[in-house]
């Protein structure tokens, strides 16, 4: 059964740092494209940060750059990352890992996690 899991949401302050974790198990992941989006509420769901299977390339929504990082790590299982920093109450969302074949800077993804709340106070 494939599974992404998420894990590392919750509240900060503005200014503040989170770190979300993914955990994708089930098949191998290792030639998968990674990335995060995110839906706040009334909104649509949208690209955050994306990496590719070997980690060479990375890309990221203009509204994150140079606050948030992706990374992976594919040791038996995939884990995927995203380091927030510097946040601000408009990355307030639920954020889901997602996986596919190559990065798309858009929401079409085949592969979906159940998503981690993350709040950031002004």
């Known amino acids: 059964q494939v599974r992404l899991v998420e894990s590392g949401g919750g509240l900060v302050q503005a200014g503040g740092s989170l770190r979300l974790s993914c955990v994708a198990s089930g098949r191998s992941f290792g030639t998968f494209a990674m990335a995060w989006l995110r839906q706040a509420p009334g909104k649509d769901r949208e690209f955050v940060a994306g990496?590719?299977?070997?980690?060479?390339?990375?890309?990221y929504a203009d509204s994150v750059k140079g606050r948030f990082t992706i990374s992976r790590e594919d040791d038996k299982i995939t884990t995927v990352y995203l380091q927030m920093n510097s946040m601000n109450p408009e990355d307030t969302a639920v954020y889901y890992c997602?996986?596919?074949?190559?990065?798309?800077?858009?929401?079409?993804?085949?592969?979906w996690g159940q998503g981690t709340q993350v709040t950031v106070s002004s």
């Open positions: 990496i590719t299977w070997d980690g060479s390339g990375l890309y």
């Open positions: 997602a996986a596919n074949r190559n990065v798309v800077m858009g929401s079409a993804y085949d592969y």
